[in-house]
């Protein structure tokens, strides 16, 4: 039963915590919660039948077609999460001083919204697919007591949607001065981690060269499977042992968001300093 | 920031240094689950060469091949069969499992 828990609290975790992340970075954007619900439902259905086709979607591309379903499915997703840190960029500033004197919900994002309904939807069908299949194979086996591993996965669920919601609540409680700078700093390092994952799969499949692997062996001081490793794999894409071209991907896609929020703010504030005309 | 700018042309000029396309004659290597179980359990490959691995399922439920020594993942259908590639490896013992069975599904890679 313990077991059990383990391995599904693991896959949950991580959906949970890209949604925590994500719901709390969009908190009080009007709709949003709408949206979310909507990703939640999307990627549950879209958990199972890529579960289904599991044998099919593998024996693509000469066998490495999961690779290359999880490496699009995880590069989708750090574009959504990029555009997402960018246009905030530009209008951040502007809601953290609305918000200030009027109070929350005052912004209104409805381009914003598609972006966050695929980035839930995303992480529940990478993660969700394999829980799935985890708990058919319980489910089928014959001879073990299937109640009380069931049981388990349950157990694992709920604890990875309590983390999930300790990182959202605890988001929360930023105070507003800081809000923008640290949820926008968790998105970029959580979507450097999704490509240096991304860039993990490639290298299983032989469609990237590794470039050194491992870089470096951090397996006995902080281990993947420890639960602070877990949370750093989840959070920061954390990986005791990475290779090479893992870190060009979580530096590229750093540097890129950085820069790309960078030149978003700069051209606003060029564009706001040129006077406007005031008509009635 | 200027660290980082540096780190990454320094990544990409290993770049490179590296032959972009593997070579087609990888070595292959062939393990069967089998009620929850790798056969062979230990299984002999070269060191210092990319090889290719088939993972044939035999089962009728679904397992996921796990190493973090091999810093690899996959999920191989029930009656499934699965190709990845690993290595080239330092000399060593590479320990995996089935993580959907864990407590019988073992096995190690040892590299020579």
């Given amino acids: ?280 | 920031m200027n660290h980082l700018k540096f780190a990454s042309y320094l990544l990409c000029l290993a770049a490179l240094q590296m032959p972009l396309v593997a070579s087609a004659e990888d070595a292959a290597f062939r393990l069967v689950i089998k009620d929850h179980r790798f056969q062979p359990a230990e299984l002999n490959i070269p060191s210092g060469k990319k090889i290719r691995l088939m993972i044939e399922n035999q089962d009728a439920t679904p397992e996921e091949f796990e190493s973090h020594s091999l810093n690899r993942e996959k999920v191989i259908a029930g009656h499934g069969t699965a190709t990845l590639y690993i290595g080239p490896l330092a000399p060593g013992r590479y320990a995996f499992i089935g993580e959907f069975n864990e407590a019988t599904a073992q096995g190690v890679l040892i590299a020579q």
């Fill in chain 1, 1 to 280: 039963m313990l077991g059990t828990a383990i391995i599904v609290f693991r896959e949950v975790l991580e959906a949970a915590i890209i949604i925590g992340i994500v719901a709390a970075a969009t908190h009080g954007i009007r709709g949003s919660r709408r949206w979310i619900g909507a990703g939640l439902l999307l990627g549950l259905a879209g958990a199972g039948v890529v579960a289904a086709f599991t044998d099919a979607i593998g024996s693509l591309a000469s066998g490495v077609g999961q690779e290359l379903f999880n490496a699009i499915v995880l590069g989708v997703a750090v574009l959504m999460l990029a555009w997402h840190n960018i246009w905030m960029s530009s209008h951040g500033a502007v809601m953290a001083a609305s918000a200030k004197s009027a109070g929350a919900d005052i912004r209104n994002g409805s381009s914003e919204c598609s972006a966050l309904l695929l980035i839930v939807a995303l992480a529940i069908l990478r993660e969700g697919s394999e829980t799935v299949l985890f708990l058919f194979g319980i489910a089928s086996a014959e001879g073990s007591d299937h109640s009380m591993m069931l049981g388990g996965g349950l157990v694992g669920m709920f604890m990875g949607i309590v983390a999930g919601y300790l990182i959202y609540a605890g988001m929360l409680r930023i105070p507003l001065r800081w809000f923008f700078t640290v949820t926008g700093v968790m998105v970029m390092l959580l979507a450097a981690g999704m490509a240096s994952q991304a860039a993990h799969f490639l290298i299983q499949a032989d469609l990237l060269p590794s470039l050194a692997a491992p870089l470096w062996d951090t397996s006995t001081a902080l281990p993947e499977d420890g639960i602070p490793g877990m949370l750093l794999h989840s959070l920061v894409g954390y990986d005791s042992r990475p290779a090479g071209m893992q870190l060009v991907f979580y530096v590229f896609v750093l540097a890129s968001i950085g820069f790309g929020m960078r030149w978003v703010r700069h051209t606003h504030r060029t564009k706001r300093s040129i006077p406007m005309k005031v008509g009635k």
